[in-house]
């Protein structure tokens, strides 16, 4: 019951904190479904039950797309679902393509947790691109968001072989 009531605190929290955002596709879709697709698909597509990787999938955008602070995150959630959420967060002292080539780089580095998220957001954001595109992207950017997404993923596989067949499942929709 703790679990459930957690995981719903978490949903809650980040539909407030995502209010008032919308995702980038021709819809301008409700930002919120996406974090919920993240726990669904970890969930209901990979089995995943541990606790703290479906609450820190739920809030895996907060921190660096709304004014949530890691402070606010460690007080309502704890210091180890904080400490996912920071992994998933780029550094926004960089530019938009470093911060790109370090997921890269950094992929290898991730908690067991916070790949197991790394996977879901890719998968989603591919479904996404496939999908629900940004609105103006055109081939060659969709194709290219894919391969930098393979890019990310090659460097943390071995952690969840069910979650790596869904994401290969999902590239193998590459824009042509
Ligand atoms: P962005 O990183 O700006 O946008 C993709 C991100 O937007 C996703 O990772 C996802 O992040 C979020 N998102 C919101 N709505 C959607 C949706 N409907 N579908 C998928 N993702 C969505 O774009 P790029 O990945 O292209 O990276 C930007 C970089 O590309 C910059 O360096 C820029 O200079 C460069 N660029 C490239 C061009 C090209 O043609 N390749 C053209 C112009 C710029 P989240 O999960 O965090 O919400
Ligand atoms: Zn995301």
Not at 11 to 21: C, V
Not at 50 to 58: D, E, P, R, S, Y
């Amino acid at each position: 019951m703790d679990t459930l009531s957690d995981l719903i605190k978490a949903i809650a929290f980040a539909a407030d904190k995502h209010r008032d955002q919308r995702r980038k596709d021709v819809c301008a879709s409700p930002y919120i479904n996406h974090p919920i697709q993240l726990v669904n698909l970890l969930c209901n597509e990979a089995g995943v039950s541990n606790i703290n990787v479906l609450c820190a999938a739920g809030l895996h955008d907060t921190l660096e797309d709304t004014e949530t602070t890691a402070t606010e995150l460690t007080q309502y959630f704890g210091q180890q679902i904080c400490s996912i959420v920071l992994e998933m967060s780029d550094d926004s002292n960089l530019c938009k393509t470093e911060r790109k080539k370090e997921q890269i780089r950094h992929a290898s580095d991730l908690s067991n947790e916070a790949k197991l998220v790394k996977l879901a957001d890719k998968i989603c954001n591919l479904r996404d691109v496939a999908d629900n595109p940004p609105a103006g992207w055109d081939l060659q950017r969709r194709q290219e968001y894919f391969d930098w997404a393979l890019a990310v993923i090659n460097g943390l596989r071995g952690i969840h072989p069910g979650l790596e067949s869904i994401f290969d499942e999902t590239y193998a929709r590459r824009p042509e």
